[in-house]
């Protein structure tokens, strides 16, 4: 029971150090126009704007938080933090946006821009390709009227109240 309370407990500042672990991307330009929050949050506010649900917006806020940690597998992060709280579909675009949004750019560090080729035929695919179109690659746009991180913050405390998938979530729909 001790370690079920301290486990709800420190589950409640998920999204408080989520916050702070998306603020480590401020100022951090990586060769773009934007630094990665500002890249974050333009996605967020594109989504947002364009009427997708909660779970969508925030997986377009977290989609690039990982970064700072994995430089080579950031989307598995990113994918990782929002897999209990977001559809199979959203894990999924998360965890491949990566290999999607390569067809943007791969071709000019004379990489296989096509590479998200080999998840063709997937159910998700479609759904992934819009995203990268849509949100990801137009989000580096220094005039863009981005909402700021605030804006967000509600509802990531929403999604990111309860589990919806995984070893918790039965745990917390029983409470």
């Not at 806020?61 to 933090?81: F, S, V, W």
């Not at 929002?82 to 559809?87: D, E, K």
Request: proline share 5%; net charge negative.
């Amino acid at each position: 029971m001790i370690i079920a309370r301290e486990m709800i407990r420190f589950g409640a500042g998920l999204p408080d150090r989520v916050i702070a672990h998306l603020k480590l991307l401020d100022g951090d330009h990586g060769g773009f126009p934007i630094d990665r929050l500002q890249h974050c949050l333009q996605t967020a506010t594109r989504a947002h704007r364009d009427g997708r649900d909660e779970g969508y917006v925030i997986m377009a806020l977290l989609h690039d938080i990982g970064d700072t940690l994995g430089t080579y597998n950031h989307p598995d992060i990113a994918a990782a933090m929002i897999r209990p709280f977001v559809s199979q579909e959203l894990h999924w675009i998360c965890e491949q946006h990566g290999a999607f949004q390569g067809y943007y750019f791969f071709h000019h560090l004379g990489w296989d821009r096509n590479v998200r080729d080999r998840f063709r035929g997937h159910p998700h695919f479609e759904a992934c390709a819009e995203f990268c179109e849509k949100y990801d690659q137009a989000a580096f746009d220094p005039a863009y009227d981005t909402a700021p991180l605030e804006f967000f913050e509600p509802m990531l405390r929403r999604v990111m109240a309860r589990p919806i998938n995984g070893i918790y979530s039965a745990m917390s729909q029983a409470e």
